[in-house]
């Protein structure tokens, strides 16, 4: 019987890696501009670190993660899974701001450089419902500025992430913007709210209902449209936020627009994890349908702290790889990793003279391919189309005896003679500039 894959679990097929590289690269290369190191966390830790930074009540928490003893032999000994305490499970991680603050504590970075800037990217794990741009094996590539209350660096990120955006080319992502306020204001705007949802308990949904006490900041971004409408003229956190908060607010907003960072105020934008405090933040692009987040983040000045470490602000973002390949897809842009050179090659002599330069050209840093069967030059070319090689180099028994190689642009069609001596020399330089 065939195995398949589990259900919004995907591979990445070459094809499709290769924008995948390309998004890597670009965010290597963004993030160092702006002086981040990389860190690698486990994708495995235990599942109090996620229940105690995202939230009891968070849908993340609640209903999503991948969490199960440690040891099932030794617990289904002496008690049911659903009886082991939290310590003693495991999760596979849904996000990785937890994991960095863990490391973060834990390695005590802020004993020798409280100002850690801090990169990573991998694989994440929510069980929800599987739909376009929502997996349950799904990639981030996030960043993380711990040490840093200052509204500059907030503005930094989100700089960074418009840099990253631009050097992909995309113009169409859009900044949404929200303060979520602090622990000092931040109870006196739940109270109100509360009051206001209280009274129209009996439009919401049954979910916002039952956390309506618990947490009812997540009415506000809760997709039912029983919901959306019943809360429309819902009061504005913005409104309530203190003296500090709307000061630091203010500057994000005037930096951003200094710098030309388009952005629009959403106040109805909470965030589905209870880190955060003060600045909040997606990306959102109408291209992807229902799914249209392609990074989001903010502020979670609070979160060292709570995971035992000293009272150290953060921010960060986490960028979703899967969504931004869609868009990458749409954009048509080149296929990415092509292929330089395709050789085709008539008569075994050609093949035995073909087959060390094809090595010396892949050790020049050249995609470089050829047939090892015996196939006519037409089914060669059609081949060499195939794979959208940008040149051909054709060589028979008629080219050897001549010293030279055809190189045809498949781009032009234009060909030229290649002397066969120093043939790599000339295909390596033609590709350097
Ligand atoms: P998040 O909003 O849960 O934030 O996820 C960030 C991004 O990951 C989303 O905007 C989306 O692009 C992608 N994403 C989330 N869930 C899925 C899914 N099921 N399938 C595909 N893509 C998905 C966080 O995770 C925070 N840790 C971000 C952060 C970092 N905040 C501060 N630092």
Known sequence: ?????????????????????????TARR??????????????????????????????????????????YGDVSATAKPDVVRDSATVTLRPEGTAGVVRAYIEAEMFKTEPVRKLYYMGPMFRRERPQKGRMRQFHQIGAEVLGRGDPVADVELLLLLHDF????????????????GCAECRPSYREKL?????????????????????????????????????TQDAPSIL????????????????????????????????????YYCRTAFEWTTAKLGSQSAVAAGGR????????????????????????????????ERPAFGELAIYVVWVGENARDWAFPVVHQLRQKGLAVEMEGDVRSLKSQMRRADKLQASSVLIIGDEELNKGVAILRDMASKQQEEVRLDNLVAVLAAQRRS
């Not at 195995?3 to 890597?24: C, H, M, N, R, Y």
């Not at 009891?56 to 928490?61: K, N, Q, R």
């Not at 955006?165 to 979520?180: D, I, K, V």
């Open 30 to 71: 963004v993030f160092s501009a702006y002086h981040f190191a990389e860190i690698r966390i486990p994708i495995l830790e235990k599942t109090e670190l996620f229940s105690r930074s995202i939230g009891e009540t968070s849908d993340i928490v609640e209903k999503e993660m991948y969490t199960f003893p440690e040891r």
């Open 194 to 230: 509360l009051a206001f949802l209280q009274q129209r308990q009996e439009r919401l949904c049954h979910n916002c209902r039952r956390r309506i006490e618990r947490n009812p900041l997540r009415a506000l971004d809760c997709k039912e449209p029983g919901c959306i409408q019943a």
């Open 165 to 180: 955006m631009r050097a992909l080319e995309f113009t169409e992502p859009s900044l949404q913007l929200n303060s979520l």
């Open 1 to 25: 019987m065939k195995i398949t894959s589990i259900k919004g679990f995907a591979d990445v097929l070459p094809g499709e890696v290769e924008l995948w590289q390309t998004i890597e690269a």
């Open 239 to 274: 409104d309530s936020l203190c003296s500090q908060c709307r000061e630091h607010f203010a500057t994000v907003q005037r930096l951003l627009r200094a710098t030309g960072v388009g952005f629009t105020l959403n106040s109805r934008m909470v965030r589905g994890l209870d």
């Open 300 to 331: 979670y000045d609070g979160l060292v702290q709570a995971l035992g470490g000293p009272a150290i602000p953060g921010v960060g973002f986490a960028i979703g790889v899967e969504r931004i390949a869609m868009l990458l897809k749409m954009q």
